[in-house]
């Protein structure tokens, strides 16, 4: 088989790029591991920074969340010094963001996508990418009735994720992979409930980080600092609950709506970038190309942007025959990563201590009330931290 561009995984990156080769009429395909359902269930990210409507905006790619996304732009921290609000939509460069579930915004894609004719082979596993210095790079793929193939292309673009086939592929020596482990995992959980404040909610607390995030007015995102290697399931609800309220202060500033707990996962919160983001024909987008710690939720508007910067890149190649946006793909992303990977430390620096070897509050623990009591009076600290919260 066969197709100008073949495009491993239909998360945000894979299908965003589908859809604007094929709205320039490049021939490509998606190839995805998971089925069409699977792909629609699976819940991850909400908040989409002001570039990524615009870029969704300028390829019609916005008109589902520009219909049921709703505008966010206040930010709670909750400490043992008190409270603080954020409305950093008023702050930096004034820009909101757009709660928009990933699932939802991943349904949308797939169905403009296929709407408009485009190719995506759904429980198609890809194992390898091969050749990728020759003219006909080839992936080898193992498909649901577990039969072997192969798609031939000109290019690959790997946008399979962390674990993905682009990313095994890469022999040892040709990309450099950064990487850091923050050392903090966090238990993340989706609660059929109603959130509880109208702003996404930080709590700082000794016994660990709880997070707050709306998804939907039904749906409620929520975030505890958990142990390191520990079964998702090992607490029941109402310990997660009554944990959740005495982190988040819910005796001082109100309850939380409880809920049944629809889904768990345990994020080790790691970083790491890949340098360069490109092998020969091989190109990588999204988080094959960087995973960063969820505590910023950069992760789904870096893999848009860097969709765009590759189509466009891939237009310019194979519709005129100008090599020089792929020439410079690698080190325009990189920019931006490692700028959102910067940002996404600060943040878990600003929401995570460590305790001294005393196990009382320690120099990191003294760093980071600093660093929240910066935030909360520094007019200029609240732009700049404005400015990287919402932008990519
Ligand atoms: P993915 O969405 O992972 O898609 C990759 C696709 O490739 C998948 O469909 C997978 O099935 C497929 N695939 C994998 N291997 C293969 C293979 N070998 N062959 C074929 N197909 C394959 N980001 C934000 O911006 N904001 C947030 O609020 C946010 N919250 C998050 C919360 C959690 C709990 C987590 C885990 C992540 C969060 N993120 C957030 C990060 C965000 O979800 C990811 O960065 C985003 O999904 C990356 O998109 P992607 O297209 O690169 O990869």
């Keep these: 088989d066969n197709a100008d561009v073949v495009i491993l995984g239909a998360g945000p990156a894979g299908l965003v790029l589908g859809n604007l080769l094929h709205a320039s009429g490049v021939d490509c395909v998606v190839l995805e591991r998971a089925t069409r359902a699977q792909v629609q269930a699976r819940s991850r990210a909400g908040f989409l920074a002001a570039n990524t409507v615009r870029i969704l905006d300028r390829h019609g790619l916005a008109e589902g969340l520009r219909r049921r996304g709703r505008e966010h732009a206040t930010c709670e921290f909750r400490t043992e ?65 577990g039969r072997t193939g192969s798609w031939q292309g000109r290019y690959v673009a790997g946008c399979d994720g962390r674990h993905g086939a682009a990313r095994r592929s890469l022999p040892p020596g040709a990309v450099r992979r950064h990487h850091l482990d923050h050392g903090v995992s966090w238990l993340g959980l989706l609660a059929e409930a109603p959130p509880s404040l109208d702003a996404v909610g930080y709590a700082v607390h000794h016994r660990g980080f709880a997070g707050h995030m709306a998804r939907t007015p039904e749906v409620t995102r929520y975030y505890l600092q958990y142990e390191r290697g520990a079964s998702p399931d090992a607490w029941s609800e109402d310990r997660i609950w009554d944990e959740l309220s005495l982190r988040m202060r819910a005796a001082d500033y109100g309850p939380l709506h409880r809920g049944r707990i629809v889904h768990r996962a345990v994020v080790d919160l790691e970083s790491d970038v890949l340098e360069p983001l490109r092998h020969g024909a091989l190109f ?29 890149a891939l237009i310019a190649d194979l519709g005129h025959g100008d090599p020089e946006g792929l020439a410079r793909y690698s080190a325009q992303c990189l920019e931006h990563i490692w700028r959102a990977q910067e940002f996404s430390g600060w943040m878990v620096r600003l929401l995570h201590g460590a305790p001294g070897p005393d196990g009382e509050p320690g120099f990191h623990d003294s760093l980071r009330r600093s660093r929240l009591a910066s935030l909360s009076s520094s007019r200029s600290c609240q732009d700049w931290f404005a400015e990287h919260y919402v932008g990519v």
Excluded: C, M
């Excluded at 485009?118 to 992936?139: K, S, Y």
């Excluded at 710690?293 to 189509?311: C, D, F, Q, T, Y």
């Design 284 to 312: 990588l987008a999204g988080d094959a190309a960087s995973l960063l710690s969820p505590s910023a939720a950069k992760g789904a508007n870096l893999a848009v942007l860097e969709a765009e910067i590759l189509a466009r």
């Design 81 to 145: 010094d008190g409270r603080f609000r954020l409305d950093y939509g008023g702050l930096g460069r004034g820009e909101r963001h757009t709660v928009y579930p990933q699932h939802e915004l991943v349904t949308d894609l797939l169905t403009r996508y296929l709407d408009t004719g485009g190719r995506v082979r759904f429980g198609t596993e890809a194992l390898t990418v091969r050749d990728t210095d020759g003219a006909r790079p080839t992936v080898t793929v193992r498909e649901a009735d």
